[in-house]
């Protein structure tokens, strides 16, 4: 059974069809690239998968259940993870404590007066930064970070949910290119260790073809293409509208 299934998924503003009846699925242990040209409506399906929108039509199920129109946390709360192109974490608090925070969420504790949150779930916290090679900065505020650093520590708090299916959008914007094949790499390797699912945007090419399981393309709101990296790469049309005869 595929981790996710996306059957005709429509989404208009005004007059303005941003997705139109798009079908795709993503299974466990692969990482599926959703790429396109700007305004081709890939962060709008993002944001339906994620809860964010509602689709006007069509079905989003998760493990056979559907999760049509819940809400961003009811996603979250059934296993799928988030990263953003904009880093979201709190810059006032450490490296460990915005670890530390997610993980609270995860186990049902943010709303405990009892304890600290920095004395809660440390060795946890630890492990997922160590994963993402944050450790040596656990003491660090964020608000000093590198823009790479804050990425692979954003990738940390969306694992401490533990999610089977994590959605990356556009996760090395911003970044250098060694950055960037260095973030896609760990997310590589997470697929295949924890047998998850990834479904991620990204602009670079580079990037996409060579960490890609398979890749599916939108224009316009549509689906205009979908295979292995390949076979999208010869397609006429992507080149013609996306990747032109450079790739």
Not at 151 to 163: F, H, I
Request: proline residues 4%; contains cysteine; glycine residues 8%.
């Amino acid at each position: 059974m595929s981790l996710l299934e996306v059957r005709g998924l429509s989404k208009a503003f005004g007059g303005v069809r941003a997705v139109a009846n798009v079908t795709f699925e993503v299974n466990a242990g692969e990482l599926l690239a959703l790429i396109g040209p700007n305004g081709a409506g890939k962060s709008t399906c993002f944001n339906m998968l994620n809860g964010q929108l509602t689709p006007d039509a069509g079905a989003i199920a998760f493990e056979g259940q559907s999760i049509t129109g819940m809400k961003p946390r009811q996603v979250w709360r059934r296993g799928v993870g988030r990263t953003f192109q904009i880093t979201a974490t709190f810059s006032s608090m450490t490296v460990r404590e915005n670890v530390q925070v997610a993980l609270l969420s995860h186990h049902g504790r943010l709303k405990s007066l009892f304890t600290r949150a920095c004395d809660q779930f440390v060795d946890e916290a630890n492990a997922l930064l160590e994963r993402v090679g944050m450790r040596p900065q656990a003491e660090r505020p964020c608000s000093v970070l590198a823009y790479g650093d804050l990425k692979r520590l954003e990738l940390a708090v969306a694992l401490a949910n533990k999610p089977r299916l994590l959605l990356m959008d556009e996760p090395t914007a911003g970044m250098a290119p060694k950055e960037r094949i260095a973030l896609m790499a760990l997310a590589a390797d997470i697929v295949r260790t924890d047998n998850i699912g990834v479904l991620f945007t990204e602009h670079d090419m580079d990037v996409v073809f060579a960490h890609a399981s398979r890749m599916i393309v939108l224009n316009r709101g549509e689906l205009i293409a979908a295979g292995a990296p390949a076979a999208v790469r010869a397609d006429p049309e992507v080149q013609r509208i996306y990747l032109g005869s450079r790739h």
